[in-house]
């Protein structure tokens, strides 16, 4: 089955501690990128990668880092987490070219306390 | 100025009636356009995508782009209760690489 798999769904953390949200498609795409969903302010892009080794900032980086050193992952890595990163994260694929966000993981609810 | 606006709603419409969801976007270089469908504690699921002016049917989903007046809309024909969820608009826009834009989606209820 055609998925992207984000790992944790829930987690809750306190400030400062470093954490990682992993992302994984079994499709073999080459566009993954990450967003972060707050009420009233919509779906916004963090970063995005076009193929491995490549990634490029979105609207939002800020806080984040990613790292693509193989097709299939795109972790999302907050350093230092602090309580504005409260939010529900998505990790999203396509196949590239045209760069439709076509199929997104389950997404992962981040509470920094 | 947000990238892409949409009226936040709620929109309420009976079953059977076609729905009308609208989404203006401010940069004119954008090139692709895109609906998503979202249902409560859900991941988006891409409905649509349109690049060209002119209207895009797919089922009883149409998609009308206009760039001369930056406005892209969704209509849903034969509204079914499923129908009921979150639409966003998304903008892709072109002379910044791969960055997506969404707005802040538009609240749907199909009454039965």
């Known amino acids: 089955e055609a998925q992207v798999t984000q790992n944790p769904r829930y987690l809750i953390t306190v400030t400062g501690k470093k954490l990682t949200v992993t992302c994984s498609q079994n499709?073999?795409?080459?566009?993954m990128s990450w967003y972060r969903q707050d009420p009233g302010l919509g779906l916004r892009q963090i970063y995005y990668?076009?193929?491995?080794?490549?990634?490029d900032k979105g609207d939002v980086p800020e806080g984040y880092k990613v790292s693509r050193k193989e097709k299939r992952n795109f972790p999302l890595i907050l350093e230092s987490p602090s309580p504005n990163q409260t939010s529900l994260y998505f990790c999203?694929?396509?196949?590239?070219?045209?760069?439709?966000?076509?199929?997104f993981g389950q997404g992962t609810r981040l509470t920094v306390v | 100025q947000k990238e892409v606006e949409q009226n936040s709603g709620p929109l309420s419409v009976p079953e059977g009636a076609i729905a009308s969801l609208n989404c203006t976007y401010s940069?004119?270089?954008?090139?692709?356009f895109f609906w998503y469908r979202q249902y409560s504690g859900k991941s988006p699921e891409l409905i649509m995508s349109?690049?060209?002016?002119g209207d895009k049917e797919d089922g009883r989903f149409t998609a009308q782009l206009n760039k001369a007046s930056q406005y892209v809309s969704l209509l849903i024909r034969d509204s079914q209760p499923s129908d009921s969820a979150t639409y966003l608009c998304?903008?892709?826009?072109?002379?910044?690489?791969?960055?997506?834009?969404f707005g802040t989606g538009t609240s749907l209820t199909v009454i039965p």
């Open positions: 940069d004119r270089g954008s090139q692709s």
């Open positions: 999203a694929s396509s196949l590239g070219g045209t760069a439709i966000e076509a199929f």
């Open positions: 349109i690049y060209s002016n």
């Open positions: 990668s076009m193929n491995v080794e490549v990634t």
């Open positions: 998304a903008v892709r826009r072109s002379n910044t690489g791969n960055q997506f834009y």
């Open positions: 499709m073999n795409h080459e566009y």
